[in-house]
């Protein structure tokens, strides 16, 4: 089967790399001059930064099928991660637990409850708790119109009460609600939990993004650079086009924004609500330290969402992500100094770059309505969808995948 990518961030290069495995003719169009999407690092003259704090999980397919790429040099590592909040008093600090850990609470309620929205599913633990995050979680944007869904990505999907790991235990024993709301630090469970490997690409993503393009042009897939693809109804037809040159008629996957189409099909518009973030990357005055580690940030007064400590190209590293508040590079710099040394980490930061970024990973309830919708409709148009309403990449691989399967069963039968 001919089969044409739209997009070649790391979901559509999986799908290259799947598809021509099981001997498909695969072309890939990308926007851009360069593939890798928002994995690729931030490039500071010589100095290379994860942008963001994106892991491959060990033990996926995809880690599998990047893992046999010629040039591709994956580190795999004990799955580090904790949390850092104030939302109830004093800063607490908790390894082993990347979402909110509640402090001196022994009364673990959880409330049956809708849960739609954001604001419904927080609402539902006991008002302390609730009103906590709420306040907290507000600057992600009206929680009473996001799907309830973005929980898991926000790290709000579950809260881990410390002092009352017994009760915890308890309780999500009492009900799958009360067990998806309430969260245990993988050494709590009885018996403990492993810790997980995960794995990043050694010399960063981008020189990941160039073996693999490599491999792609080795096994005869197309690859298209600065190929902007764009949407055309004709005639009830659906149409693709670069530079007004119409692509062929083969099966299309469109692992880009779905803003365009999703109009152009389904008439409505996607909110998506767009996020201003920064990503502010700088070097550390410590030596390599081998394993990575990454806390997530629930402060009052800071812009931080998540701190990621890391080696790359032999020095140590770290990548902040948070809000645009409007707060200078030497502000944040200052901020972050002093967080790391109430954390006890013994360094400091010595260079830095600040890089901002919108992000659009945020659902509202419309939305998800509009992407089903979509997904339903670009059947008859024989598009597969990207998987966007799954926020995981292997999510949206597997999704676009298994649609795939639908597509070329029913293609099968035709014929
Ligand atoms: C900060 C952050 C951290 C994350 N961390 C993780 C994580 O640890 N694990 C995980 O599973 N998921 C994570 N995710 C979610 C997941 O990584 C992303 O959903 C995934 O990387 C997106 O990859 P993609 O290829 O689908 O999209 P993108 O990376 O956005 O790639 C889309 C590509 O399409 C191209 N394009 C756009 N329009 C067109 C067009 N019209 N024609 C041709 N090309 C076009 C773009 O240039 C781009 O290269 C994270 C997301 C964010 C924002």
Redesign the pocket.
Known sequence: MNVSI???????CLLALKFSDLGHAVSL????DCL????RDVQVGENLFFS????LNVGAESHALFKRVEGVDLFEFPHRYGSVNDLFGDLVIYDDFAQVVVPGQSDVTVSDHDNNTVAERLGAYEPVVADALLSWAKRFGDLHNLDAGNCTHMQLGRVFYSDAVERVRNTKEESPWANDMLGLPRHLFEPPLAVQAAALPAHGYNNFFDAIHTEMVKRGVMVHLQ????PRMISGKLEFSVRKKKLPDDLKVW???PTALAHLVTGRRLEMPAMSCFNLVATLDIEPEGVPVYYQTFLRDSPFLRIFKYDLQGVSKITV?GFDTGRSCGELITELNALIRRMGWACKVTSEHLVLQK?Y?LLTLSDKETLSLLASSLAEHAVIP?GWQF????E?VKAAFSAFQCAEASSCAVQ
Not at 29 to 32: D, L, Q, T, V
Not at 52 to 55: G, P
């Open positions: 739209v997009g070649g961030g790391i979901s559509g169009y990308e926007a851009s890798g999407g928002i994995c963001n704090c994106q892991y190929a902007p693809v764009t692992c880009a924004n992500e992000r990973t990207g926020y995981g990449r292997d949206k």
